[in-house]
């Protein structure tokens, strides 16, 4: 639980705004994924970010290439203002997809794409080498691909193409239309299809209060991949945190501070009004206050007689 968690807003942006429902269990009942307004889920958030910090990179924008689209990542690739994008997928689905085809055999030119996304979905195609080289062959020399699949660090890629069977591919795969679980050599195969990679994470790129405030998963990397046939795997080592992430740790911490004293100080502050409305019903504050007003009254008296004045010289008001 990191400090932001109590905050009673919280941020999604992939719809830009300051959220102050709950976010909505996500697939699974997973907790805090899905953005009660636009229905993003974590990774989308998170490509929304990423899109962001990517977007000077990318230039003037030819053709975005989305592979398996959703409803929440069409609306944050239209905003980068690219000529063309094409939504491509196995399956039809009429609203979402402009081409019906394989990430095996892309129906698209050499290099003419600048930016690609593939989210989970390598995880559901047999030959992902082929998809792999493919995604390397339509890339432009400063094209980008975005991928994201299901991935345990640690671990070897587990995959057995003989196990069709529903069940067993849940138990294995985390889904019956599964055919791996990706582990590091995920990254072997990347390089070996000729893309250069880096990972990231909410945490690395925003500090981990950031992907708190911003209901990211914080430790769920995204490979950011570019056609490098020199590439080689690059060291897990990642430094944390950045000075920036340091930085925005820091302040969203002191948002979380500031607001558990304004809770602590309201908490008392309804103490108080209890009590004195406790006394009150029981007659004692207006009797401290007859008290006190009889009490100042003599002493004003007393210092009438003492001729006009107070102790110190200054006139007495009654
Ligand atoms: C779990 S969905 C992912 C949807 C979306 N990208 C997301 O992150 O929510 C997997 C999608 O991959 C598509 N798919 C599977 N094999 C494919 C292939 N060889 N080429 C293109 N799409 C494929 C399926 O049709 C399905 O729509
Ligand atoms: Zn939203």
Redesign the pocket.
Known sequence: MTAIQAYPRRYCAACGSVVRREFRPGPGGRPNAACPRCVSLE?HRFLAVLLDVLRPMLGDIDLVLD????PQ?TPLLAGLGARRTVR????A?NRLVDVL????ELPLADGSVDLLT????LE??PDDRA?MREITRVLSPGGLGIL?VPFRPGTVTDEDPSVTDPAERIRRFGQDDHVRYYGDDFEDRLVEAGLGLRRVTPRSLLGGEMSAWLRLSPDETVWIVRRDPDATVPDRDEPLPTPLTGAMDALLEELATQHRRLVKARAQVEQLRARVAELERGGVVGAARRTARRATGRAVRAARRLGGRDGAGRGVAG
């Not at 085809?101 to 095996?104: A, D, F, R, V, Y």
């Open positions: 990774r592979v398996a689209p959703s990542v491509l997928d196995l399956g689905d085809g394989s990430l095996t593939c989210y989970h979905v559901h195609v998809a994201q």
